[in-house]
Protein backbone atom coordinates (compact mmCIF):
# COMPACT_ATOMS: atom_id res chain seq x y z
CA UNK A 1 0.00 0.00 0.00
CA UNK A 2 1.53 3.24 -1.01
CA UNK A 3 1.41 6.16 1.10
CA UNK A 4 -0.81 9.29 0.44
CA UNK A 5 0.06 12.30 0.81
CA UNK A 6 -1.84 14.90 -0.83
CA UNK A 7 -5.32 13.92 -2.63
CA UNK A 8 -8.44 15.81 -4.29
CA UNK A 9 -10.10 15.65 -7.66
CA UNK A 10 -7.36 16.63 -9.89
CA UNK A 11 -3.97 16.12 -8.11
CA UNK A 12 -2.39 12.73 -5.91
CA UNK A 13 0.52 12.59 -4.39
CA UNK A 14 2.36 10.33 -2.46
CA UNK A 15 5.28 9.12 -0.54
CA UNK A 16 7.55 6.77 -2.89
CA UNK A 17 9.78 4.12 -1.42
CA UNK A 18 13.48 3.56 -2.80
CA UNK A 19 13.60 1.14 -5.56
CA UNK A 20 10.06 1.96 -7.13
CA UNK A 21 10.31 2.23 -10.54
CA UNK A 22 7.49 5.33 -11.74
CA UNK A 23 6.63 3.25 -14.64
CA UNK A 24 7.74 0.35 -16.89
CA UNK A 25 11.17 0.89 -18.58
CA UNK A 26 12.73 -1.11 -21.03
CA UNK A 27 15.73 0.16 -18.89
CA UNK A 28 14.79 -1.97 -16.36
CA UNK A 29 13.11 -5.38 -17.15
CA UNK A 30 13.86 -6.43 -13.55
CA UNK A 31 11.01 -4.74 -12.07
CA UNK A 32 7.49 -5.88 -11.40
CA UNK A 33 6.49 -3.11 -9.54
CA UNK A 34 5.85 0.39 -10.95
CA UNK A 35 4.16 3.41 -8.59
CA UNK A 36 1.79 4.17 -11.53
CA UNK A 37 0.08 0.68 -11.82
CA UNK A 38 -0.12 0.63 -7.64
CA UNK A 39 -1.47 3.75 -7.07
CA UNK A 40 -4.14 3.07 -10.30
CA UNK A 41 -5.18 -0.23 -8.11
CA UNK A 42 -4.93 1.19 -4.69
CA UNK A 43 -7.53 4.00 -5.96
CA UNK A 44 -9.49 2.37 -8.29
CA UNK A 45 -8.55 5.36 -11.16
CA UNK A 46 -6.06 5.97 -14.11
CA UNK A 47 -3.28 8.44 -13.06
CA UNK A 48 -0.99 10.01 -14.36
CA UNK A 49 3.09 11.22 -13.21
CA UNK A 50 3.29 14.81 -13.98
CA UNK A 51 6.92 14.45 -13.17
CA UNK A 52 9.87 12.29 -12.54
CA UNK A 53 12.11 11.10 -9.71
CA UNK A 54 15.09 9.00 -9.88
CA UNK A 55 13.72 4.78 -9.11
CA UNK A 56 16.75 4.55 -6.28
CA UNK A 57 14.96 8.28 -4.71
CA UNK A 58 12.42 8.57 -2.15
CA UNK A 59 9.93 10.56 -1.57
CA UNK A 60 7.22 13.10 -3.17
CA UNK A 61 5.76 11.61 -6.47
CA UNK A 62 2.65 13.59 -7.91
CA UNK A 63 0.13 12.27 -10.43
CA UNK A 64 -2.32 14.24 -12.17
CA UNK A 65 -6.21 12.49 -12.50
CA UNK A 66 -7.12 14.71 -15.23
CA UNK A 67 -5.52 15.13 -18.90
CA UNK A 68 -5.71 19.01 -18.49
CA UNK A 69 -4.38 19.13 -15.05
CA UNK A 70 -1.20 16.83 -16.50
CA UNK A 71 -0.32 19.34 -18.74
CA UNK A 72 -0.39 22.08 -16.71
CA UNK A 73 1.72 20.49 -14.00
CA UNK A 74 4.27 19.15 -16.69
CA UNK A 75 3.94 22.80 -17.66
CA UNK A 76 5.03 23.76 -14.37
CA UNK A 77 7.43 21.67 -13.67
CA UNK A 78 9.31 22.76 -17.28
CA UNK A 79 8.89 26.22 -15.75
CA UNK A 80 10.47 25.36 -13.25
CA UNK A 81 7.36 26.66 -11.16
CA UNK A 82 7.31 23.85 -8.46
CA UNK A 83 9.78 24.64 -5.92
CA UNK A 84 11.47 21.08 -4.45
CA UNK A 85 13.31 20.70 -1.43
CA UNK A 86 15.52 17.26 -0.91
CA UNK A 87 17.45 15.55 2.10
CA UNK A 88 20.73 13.81 0.93
CA UNK A 89 23.41 11.89 3.38
CA UNK A 90 26.64 12.59 1.26
CA UNK A 91 30.62 11.96 1.91
CA UNK A 92 33.05 14.17 3.89
CA UNK A 93 31.94 17.61 5.82
CA UNK A 94 30.09 20.20 4.05
CA UNK A 95 30.49 23.67 4.29
CA UNK A 96 27.27 25.25 6.09
CA UNK A 97 25.85 26.26 2.63
CA UNK A 98 27.03 26.54 -1.03
CA UNK A 99 25.56 27.29 -4.57
CA UNK A 100 26.52 24.98 -7.51
CA UNK A 101 26.37 26.23 -10.56
CA UNK A 102 27.99 23.62 -12.34
CA UNK A 103 26.35 23.30 -16.49
CA UNK A 104 24.87 19.24 -16.96
CA UNK A 105 25.65 17.83 -20.63
CA UNK A 106 22.53 16.06 -22.11
CA UNK A 107 22.53 13.02 -23.63
CA UNK A 108 22.69 14.67 -27.55
CA UNK A 109 26.08 16.41 -25.82
CA UNK A 110 24.25 19.84 -25.23
CA UNK A 111 25.19 21.79 -22.24
CA UNK A 112 22.18 23.26 -20.03
CA UNK A 113 22.75 25.39 -16.96
CA UNK A 114 21.86 23.39 -14.05
CA UNK A 115 22.15 25.92 -10.64
CA UNK A 116 21.56 24.41 -6.87
CA UNK A 117 22.18 25.43 -3.58
CA UNK A 118 22.00 23.47 -0.18
CA UNK A 119 22.03 23.75 3.56
CA UNK A 120 24.10 21.33 5.73
CA UNK A 121 21.74 20.28 8.28
CA UNK A 122 24.12 17.93 10.62
CA UNK A 123 27.54 16.38 9.95
CA UNK A 124 29.15 13.56 11.58
CA UNK A 125 32.65 11.78 12.23
CA UNK A 126 32.65 8.08 13.04
CA UNK A 127 35.42 6.11 14.43
CA UNK A 128 35.38 4.00 11.83
CA UNK A 129 38.18 3.34 9.80
CA UNK A 130 37.53 4.38 6.33
CA UNK A 131 40.45 3.96 3.60
CA UNK A 132 43.62 5.71 4.82
CA UNK A 133 41.99 7.90 7.42
CA UNK A 134 41.31 6.93 10.76
CA UNK A 135 37.23 8.02 10.84
CA UNK A 136 34.88 8.22 8.54
CA UNK A 137 32.73 11.84 7.89
CA UNK A 138 29.07 12.53 6.49
CA UNK A 139 26.51 15.00 6.42
CA UNK A 140 23.26 15.80 5.64
CA UNK A 141 21.96 18.41 3.68
CA UNK A 142 18.86 20.03 2.29
CA UNK A 143 19.00 20.31 -1.59
CA UNK A 144 17.13 23.07 -3.43
CA UNK A 145 17.95 22.40 -7.03
CA UNK A 146 16.30 25.46 -9.28
CA UNK A 147 16.55 23.93 -12.49
CA UNK A 148 15.41 20.58 -13.26
CA UNK A 149 18.01 18.51 -15.09
CA UNK A 150 18.36 14.56 -15.49
CA UNK A 151 20.06 13.15 -11.99
CA UNK A 152 21.00 16.86 -11.35
CA UNK A 153 22.09 16.93 -7.31
CA UNK A 154 24.05 13.15 -8.09
CA UNK A 155 25.83 15.16 -10.67
CA UNK A 156 26.20 18.47 -8.60
CA UNK A 157 27.28 16.42 -5.30
CA UNK A 158 29.57 14.19 -7.34
CA UNK A 159 31.23 17.58 -8.47
CA UNK A 160 32.01 19.05 -5.27
CA UNK A 161 33.33 15.56 -4.38
CA UNK A 162 30.41 15.16 -1.39
CA UNK A 163 28.66 12.63 -3.23
CA UNK A 164 25.43 11.13 -2.23
CA UNK A 165 25.63 7.55 -0.21
CA UNK A 166 24.33 4.75 -2.71
CA UNK A 167 24.40 6.56 -5.71
CA UNK A 168 26.19 3.78 -7.93
CA UNK A 169 26.00 5.70 -11.17
CA UNK A 170 27.61 9.28 -9.75
CA UNK A 171 28.80 8.54 -6.30
CA UNK A 172 32.15 6.31 -5.15
CA UNK A 173 31.98 3.05 -5.42
CA UNK A 174 34.14 2.75 -2.13
CA UNK A 175 31.74 4.45 -0.06
CA UNK A 176 28.57 2.22 -1.64
CA UNK A 177 30.77 -0.86 -0.73
CA UNK A 178 31.58 0.16 2.40
CA UNK A 179 27.84 1.00 3.73
CA UNK A 180 27.25 -2.31 2.23
CA UNK A 181 29.77 -4.35 4.08
CA UNK A 182 29.35 -2.58 7.27
CA UNK A 183 25.53 -2.08 7.48
CA UNK A 184 24.03 -3.82 4.69
CA UNK A 185 23.35 -0.77 3.27
CA UNK A 186 22.62 -0.31 -0.58
CA UNK A 187 19.67 2.35 -0.55
CA UNK A 188 20.46 5.68 -2.35
CA UNK A 189 20.23 8.49 0.38
CA UNK A 190 18.63 11.29 -1.46
CA UNK A 191 14.63 12.00 -0.82
CA UNK A 192 12.12 14.36 -2.13
CA UNK A 193 11.24 15.88 0.70
CA UNK A 194 8.82 19.02 -0.23
CA UNK A 195 6.76 20.35 -3.07
CA UNK A 196 5.45 24.03 -3.30
CA UNK A 197 3.48 25.33 -6.21
CA UNK A 198 0.17 26.94 -6.94
CA UNK A 199 -2.42 24.85 -7.63
CA UNK A 200 -3.29 24.50 -11.83
CA UNK A 201 -7.34 24.69 -10.92
CA UNK A 202 -8.07 26.56 -8.12
CA UNK A 203 -4.68 28.88 -7.87
CA UNK A 204 -4.56 27.60 -4.48
CA UNK A 205 -1.05 27.31 -2.63
CA UNK A 206 -0.37 23.53 -2.05
CA UNK A 207 2.68 22.37 -0.06
CA UNK A 208 3.48 18.60 0.16
CA UNK A 209 5.92 17.14 2.46
CA UNK A 210 6.99 13.42 2.78
CA UNK A 211 8.61 12.12 5.77
CA UNK A 212 11.54 9.48 5.54
CA UNK A 213 11.34 6.42 4.26
CA UNK A 214 12.95 3.25 6.67
CA UNK A 215 16.06 2.75 4.90
CA UNK A 216 17.30 6.86 5.26
CA UNK A 217 15.45 6.60 8.62
CA UNK A 218 17.63 3.70 9.69
CA UNK A 219 21.07 5.63 8.55
CA UNK A 220 19.79 9.00 10.35
CA UNK A 221 20.00 6.46 13.58
CA UNK A 222 23.25 5.17 12.44
CA UNK A 223 24.24 8.40 12.52
CA UNK A 224 23.08 9.55 16.29
CA UNK A 225 20.76 12.10 13.67
Not at 61 to 81: G, S
Not at 133 to 139: A, C, E, G, K, V
Not at 156 to 183: A, L
Request: proline share 4%; charged share 20%.
Amino acid sequence: MLEILYRDEYLIGINKPHGLLVHRSPIAADASEFALQMLRDQIGQKVNPVHRIDRKTGGILLFALEKQVEIAMQQAFMENQVHKKYLAIVRGHTPDTEDIDYPLRKENGTLQEAFTTYTTLNRVELDIPFGAHSTSRYSLVEAVPTTGRMHQLRKHFSHIFHPIIGDRTHGCNKQNKFFKDTWDMTTMLLHASTLNFNHPITGQNITINAGLQPEFTRVMKLMNW
